[in-house]
């Protein structure tokens, strides 16, 4: 939202329709990247097998290599999500294939198996479906998940990709979490929006925030005055606007919540003392309306 409502301003706000679709289009990216993320725990199992059965013919394969340890191979959340009805799916309609990245996929595997994950789970003594399951929840939570070099590939990869790849992570997680032996391939994934009402906050989030544009900002100037306007951040501007679109738009959301959620978005977005500048600029507008009775909540 932050960086659509942005690049609305900077092109010259002038195509409102554009942006929501752009905004549209940069969430279906990130259920896009959910879809990868699971659908790398089956090509990552796949070249698993193809450099096991490479090695075991090989002109002269150690003993070990033609005896090689398929506990990976056989992980079952990995062939759980292969026939994955939802899974396979969603990537032939949307054409997510991991089929032109090989070389990632070998980068991950060779990741998981030079880990102490792989190692302690090697030598488990429990070879069940919850193992193999906390094995694959390990793998992501502990490499995957702030990986500089899995992060550099997605966002070559995908431009939508670059700030969603943290928050998709823990989707995964979750989605490993809640997976069931007994569903088989009906397992449910997690939806791009928990209801109607999540899509709807979106879209009307984003309108608010432009259609009344001018009337928040008007609000941030008054109380910005003794500030230098270039020294205000063009995106501390942005992020105090949406705020106050939500404020004002979603009474369902108390305002101590929402503040929390911005000023943390602004230690991201900004700068470094971005978070305490906007704390402070949110706080005095939150006490005008208050005292206009324009929101009466916490």
């Known amino acids: 939202m932050l960086q659509i409502v942005y690049a609305y301003y900077q092109k010259g706000a002038n195509d409102i329709k554009a942006a929501?679709?752009?905004?549209?289009?940069?969430?279906?990216?990130?259920?896009?990247?959910?879809?990868?993320?699971?659908?790398?725990?089956?090509?990552?199992?796949?070249?698993?097998?193809?450099?096991?059965?490479?090695?075991?013919?090989?002109?002269?394969?150690?003993?070990?290599?033609?005896?090689?340890?398929?506990?990976?191979?056989?992980?079952?959340?990995?062939?759980?999500?292969?026939?994955?009805?939802?899974?396979?799916?969603?990537?032939?309609?949307?054409?997510?294939?991991?089929?032109?990245?090989?070389?990632?996929?070998?980068?991950?595997?060779?990741?998981?198996?030079?880990?102490?994950?792989?190692?302690?789970?090697?030598?488990?003594?429990?070879?069940?479906?919850?193992t193999d399951k906390d094995f694959w929840r390990h793998v992501f939570k502990r490499l995957i998940y702030n990986s500089q070099e899995v992060d550099d590939f997605l966002e070559e990869k995908c431009i939508y990709w670059n700030e969603d790849v943290e928050i998709v992570?823990?989707?995964?997680?979750?989605?490993?979490?809640?997976?069931?032996?007994?569903?088989?391939n009906e397992q449910e994934l997690m939806p791009m929006f928990n209801s109607n009402d999540d899509y709807d906050y979106v879209i009307k989030l984003f309108r608010q925030t432009i259609l009344h544009g001018d009337e928040y900002r008007e609000r941030i100037n008054n109380n910005t005055k003794n500030w230098e306007s270039e020294r205000v951040a063009n995106m501390d501007l942005i992020i105090m606007q949406v705020a106050l679109a939500e404020i004002l738009n979603f009474p369902e959301i108390p305002v101590s919540v929402t503040l929390n959620e911005y000023i943390d978005a602004a230690k991201y977005y900004s700068t470094p003392k971005s978070g305490v500048f906007i704390n402070g600029i949110l706080d005095s507008i939150v006490g005008e309306l208050r005292d206009e009775k324009v929101i009466t909540r916490n």
């Open 169 to 184: 992570e823990s989707f995964v997680i979750k989605t490993i979490k809640r997976f069931e032996k007994d569903a088989g």
């Open 20 to 130: 929501e679709n752009e905004l549209l289009l940069s969430l279906r990216r990130s259920y896009d990247l959910y879809h990868y993320f699971l659908l790398l725990i089956v090509e990552v199992t796949r070249q698993y097998d193809l450099m096991i059965e490479a090695k075991r013919n090989k002109y002269l394969p150690t003993l070990e290599e033609l005896n090689p340890d398929k506990r990976l191979l056989n992980n079952r959340l990995a062939s759980q999500l292969r026939t994955n009805n939802a899974l396979m799916k969603y990537a032939k309609e949307h054409n997510v294939s991991l089929a032109d990245d090989t070389d990632f996929v070998k980068m991950v595997l060779d990741m998981i198996i030079k880990s102490d994950i792989y190692a302690e789970y090697l030598v488990n003594e429990s070879d069940d479906y919850e």
